[in-house]
């Protein structure tokens, strides 16, 4: 069983097109995040939602915008695709604010041409 | 703000060698800490984490780490490094409670040589 999930594993998109990243936690977590990670590896935390409320927005371009439909759901919709948004993106859950250990997803590779 | 610091980009070992990735953190108070793994095309695992307690912390894969507050490091160890250990090697670094969000280091690549 698959504890933390995102669709897609790759995407490969134009610029200027909109797209989502979902993912899905089943290990009864309160709190997710979006991390976006370089090509030197380099890992920026994006937003984390605590019971699905914004708890942290990083500053972060307002083409991306995150949305959770519900606790174990946090999604991630970028408009107006750029090439420097090319990255791989993680989603990430914990049990609550401050709980230390996160659960990372497989990540999505998303590249912009 | 807590920030972490891994001084070695790359890492090379050979197989059976022993291992030390280094990692040094800054932040006023007793931080929590952690190792993560990321293997290639992989999300990070959890390798092991220091709370609070006994500073030298067993984890998984037999990785230890030991929390040494007079240099604001916890490097990770292991003793003989096995083929499938080459990745990437994240330290991070917390607070207790509030809008806790950890800090991650750059990553250390650690190459395996045969």
């Known amino acids: 069983d698959t504890a933390v999930s995102q669709t897609p594993k790759y995407l490969v998109t134009q610029m200027g097109n909109d797209k989502s990243i979902k993912c899905e936690q089943n290990?009864?977590?309160?709190?997710m995040y979006w991390y976006k990670q370089d090509s030197k590896k380099f890992l920026k935390i994006m937003f984390s939602y605590n019971n699905k409320e914004l708890i942290i927005n990083e500053t972060v371009p307002n083409r991306f915008s995150p949305k959770s439909p519900d606790k174990a759901h946090l999604n991630l919709h970028i408009n107006s695709l750029e090439l420097g948004d090319s990255a791989v993106y993680f989603c990430a859950s914990s049990l609550r604010q401050g709980a230390g250990e996160q659960f990372f997803g497989p990540g999505t590779r998303l590249t912009v041409l | 703000a807590q920030s972490v610091t891994q001084p070695d980009i790359h890492i090379t070992v050979s197989e059976g060698a022993s291992l030390e990735l280094r990692c040094n953190y800054s932040y006023g108070a007793t931080p929590y800490l952690f190792w993560y793994v990321q293997s290639p095309g992989q999300g990070l695992q959890l390798l092991l984490k220091y709370f609070s307690g006994d500073t030298l912390v067993q984890g998984i894969k037999g990785f230890e780490a030991e929390f040494k507050r007079s240099q604001s490091s916890f490097n990770l160890r292991k003793p003989s490094v096995h083929w499938s250990d080459a990745a990437e090697y994240f330290c991070?670094?917390?607070?207790?409670?509030?809008?806790?969000?950890?800090?991650f280091g750059r990553g250390t690549s650690l190459i395996v040589h045969p």
């Open positions: 290990l009864g977590h309160d709190t």
């Open positions: 991070a670094v917390g607070v207790a409670g509030g809008s806790y969000i950890p800090t």
